[in-house]
């Protein structure tokens, strides 16, 4: 009877088991409870190994390929927070991330990142060049085409824009933002965070951006890279600070900390950066991500005896991710165990990691779409798009007797030049995975141009440096049998960057001996640039009847060149950075505050004035402007002013003009620039056709300025405001 009686107790629990509901899917993995809570409940279930791997960024190398999807546990380890992947196959980047879902405890998927800096497959303008478009709309329109095939191509993460306010273009990274001044930079860089990011990061084809390199990157000691900085509190708020505050306030997912010493704290440690400002006074939501080994070079900056402290001052800064120094990893554990850290500040930085993670979808849809590349990468559409940026990036800076556009009378022209027949330094900085291959190079858009209409006589000429002028004789044959001659002259990508400061930012000695020597032919001459910095043309320019400045455009940049030559397109770009007349210019921008003495201390052996201040840039048109109107002439500091101004096309050709605002306030309890630019349009006005541009003055917003604290600051009394050559007042009362 005993035995009965276990026998049915055992049944009945044998029943009773496989009636049990199976146990409930963890918290962290239903889709649809609110992010907070996922984060929450899977933070609890993490050990703290798992932590510290969430916080630590990695490299999937550059060799991988197919034959290493079977044996990829030698190459990265799955718990990795981030890897920078440097390839571009989905398939491969899926294998990767499923060893992440299915071989680890928890499940953790992987947040893939690159920079992809003006574009992945299809490259744009550089960043430097997109400001002189102004027009954020088309910015975002590119970003958001770069963002499609950066996903497809396995990438949840770009390491762009980069808004760092760059007055030195001996700093060869002066390329990859938007010029010298603060609202522009703002402006240009929340338009690139919306078109990466999209309406929902969780989208297909959205990624995740990071603003760079905060702050003050770009003004280390005398352009050096890596260099020390030296910016007071007041400067840091009112120029340096601004553009990443406009960015932060579009919502970017992650910024990334800077290289540089920042008046003795480097930023990577700068407490009052990272935290203070960053995530408390703006309230930053994402995470900080390390520069390339930056926690590691604190022991050369000198504020890290060892890799430890280090480590234990970048956590404690609010520095939350470690980019391959592998400090973290390694020294976390211990910190903890001295107290030099705490499990709260750990956890802080772990939550802004996976809350990005689960915002871009990866726990519920880890894995890249499979696209085949014909259909993921130069896309017709996306290909317009970059063309037009193109074309609305090059900026006429000269055109002497209306020389350009080339006219219907021109017969030949001569080509000539170290840029005609090369692809790969228009492609600029930064290519992404790009290939040469699919840029097309000036001679093949000029052969199509023009084909059937003017007869090219190409040359050579010269390299972009050194001594070798064996081919000029050549040049001066061609110049000599053309109506015209065209010099495409400029720097080779690799010239402009990171890591690639230049003591003088003029144009190789070979070039402007070029210049020199086709100039004694007699022929017209029209330059086109090619660079990734503003270039002092002190010596060329007198020589130049016009010079087209065309950045470096891209993909497809070289048909808008030959676009603007032919008349075909009218140029539209205004520079968003000033050019030095010459080096020793340096540092020269249009909203320097004004000196005590505003008529003497002036350079005695060269002019002060710059070549080309920012703003400039002509058109093939005329555009006429009318008288400044406003709402009124006094305001209050609770009210707003409406200021309107009629432009017309007077010209006869349609064209694009870019209208931009400026403010001053001459009394300001600390001083002011001599202007600032406030606002910026750009519309289409026809022939003949009168367009009213309209700015919508907000004093709060417009008027006031940062104290050394980042305090705003809104004072009543005289303002100026300046459109064109105008400049009218009017008046803020309390």
Same mark, same amino acid.
């Given at each position: ?317 609010? $520095? ?41 979808? $990866? ?41 350009? +556009? ?200 060269? +002019?002060?004035? +710059? ?124």
């Amino acid at each position: 009877m005993k035995t009965f009686y276990y026998l049915f107790i055992t049944a009945a629990a044998i029943i009773l088991v496989s009636f049990k509901k199976p146990d409930p899917l963890p918290l962290y993995k239903n889709k649809s409870a609110p992010i907070e809570s996922r984060v929450n409940d899977l933070l609890k279930r993490m050990t703290l190994a798992e932590k510290v791997m969430q916080l630590s960024q990695y490299t999937l190398g550059l060799n991988d390929n197919e034959n290493n999807i079977n044996d990829l546990s030698k190459n990265f380890d799955p718990h990795a927070g981030s890897l920078i992947y440097f390839g571009s196959d989905p398939v491969f980047r899926n294998a990767v991330q499923k060893k992440a879902i299915e071989e680890t405890r928890l499940g953790i998927p992987i947040l893939f990142g690159f920079d992809v800096i003006h574009g992945c497959k299809t490259l744009y303008p550089i960043p430097l060049a997109v400001g002189c478009s102004w027009n954020t709309a088309l910015n975002s329109e590119v970003c958001s085409n770069s963002a499609k095939e950066t996903y497809l191509s396995g990438i949840n993460w770009t390491f762009s824009p980069m808004v760092d306010v760059a007055r030195d273009p001996r700093w060869g990274r002066v390329a990859e933002g938007y010029g010298e001044d603060p609202y522009t930079g703002g402006q240009f860089g929340a338009s690139a965070v919306r078109g990466y990011q999209g309406q929902s990061l969780s989208a297909p084809n959205n990624i995740a951006a990071c603003l760079k390199h905060y702050v003050a990157y770009g003004l280390v000691e005398g352009g050096r890279d890596y260099s020390f900085t030296d910016v007071s509190q007041q400067v840091l708020h009112d120029t340096y600070l601004v553009t990443f505050k406009a960015a932060v306030k579009a919502g970017a997912s992650t910024v990334m900390s800077s290289f540089n010493d920042i008046s003795g704290t480097p930023a990577t440690i700068n407490k009052y950066l990272l935290t203070d400002v960053l995530k408390t006074q703006w309230g930053f939501k994402g995470f900080v991500v390390a520069d390339w080994q930056a926690i590691a070079q604190l022991t050369n900056q000198g504020v890290a005896k060892d890799p430890e402290q280090a480590g234990e001052r970048a956590l404690n800064a609010g $520095l939350d991710m470690d980019m391959l120094s592998d400090i973290y990893h390694k020294y976390l554990p211990d910190l903890l165990k001295q107290k030099k850290i705490t499990m709260a500040t750990v956890n802080e930085a772990v939550k802004r990691v996976l809350t990005l993670k689960f915002k871009l979808g $990866l726990f519920d849809n880890p894995y890249t779409p499979i696209v085949d590349e014909s259909q993921r990468y130069l896309q017709p559409a996306t290909k317009k798009a970059a063309n037009q940026m193109a074309a609305e990036s090059m900026v006429l800076l000269k055109n002497k007797d209306n020389v350009l +556009p080339i006219s219907s009378s021109i017969k030949s022209v001569a080509i000539i030049g170290p840029m005609v027949k090369d692809s790969t330094d228009l492609m600029g900085s930064w290519t992404g995975r790009a290939k040469a291959k699919d840029v097309e190079s000036i001679n093949s858009a000029l052969q199509s141009e023009f084909a059937g209409r003017v007869q090219l006589n190409y040359a050579h000429g010269c390299d972009f440096d050194g001594k070798d002028d064996s081919g000029f004789d050549e040049a001066l044959n061609a110049a000599k049998n053309s109506d015209e001659v065209v010099l495409f002259l400029g720097e080779k990508n690799s010239w402009s960057g990171e890591n690639t400061s230049r003591s003088t930012i003029a144009l190789p000695e070979i070039q402007e001996c070029l210049v020199a020597a086709i100039k004694k032919i007699g022929k017209p001459i029209i330059i086109v640039l090619n660079n990734g910095r503003p270039l002092a043309l002190k010596n060329i320019e007198p020589d130049a009847d016009a010079i087209l400045e065309a950045w470096q455009p891209g993909t497809v940049g070289a048909t808008a060149i030959t676009g603007i030559l032919s008349g075909r397109i009218n140029p539209s770009g205004k520079l968003d950075i000033t050019f030095p007349l010459t080096t020793g210019q340096i540092p020269v921008y249009y909203d320097m505050h004004p000196r005590s003495r505003p008529y003497s201390g002036n350079y005695q052996d060269i +002019p002060t004035e +710059p070549l080309y201040w920012f703003g400039h840039g002509l058109s093939y048109t005329t555009y006429n402007y009318g008288d400044v109107k406003l709402s009124s002439i006094k305001i209050k500091k609770t009210g707003h002013l409406v200021a309107k101004v009629e432009v017309n096309n007077a010209g006869k050709m349609d064209g694009k003009e870019a209208v931009l605002w400026y403010i001053s306030h001459p009394e300001a309890t600390i001083s002011r620039p001599r202007k600032e630019l406030k606002f910026f349009e750009k519309k289409l006005i026809k022939q003949g056709e009168k367009i009213v541009y309209t700015f919508d003055l907000d004093p709060e917003r417009d008027l006031s300025y940062p104290d050394a604290n980042g305090k705003q600051v809104l004072e009543s009394g005289d303002y100026y405001l300046m459109v064109g050559s105008q400049k009218v007042k009017f008046e803020v009362t309390d």
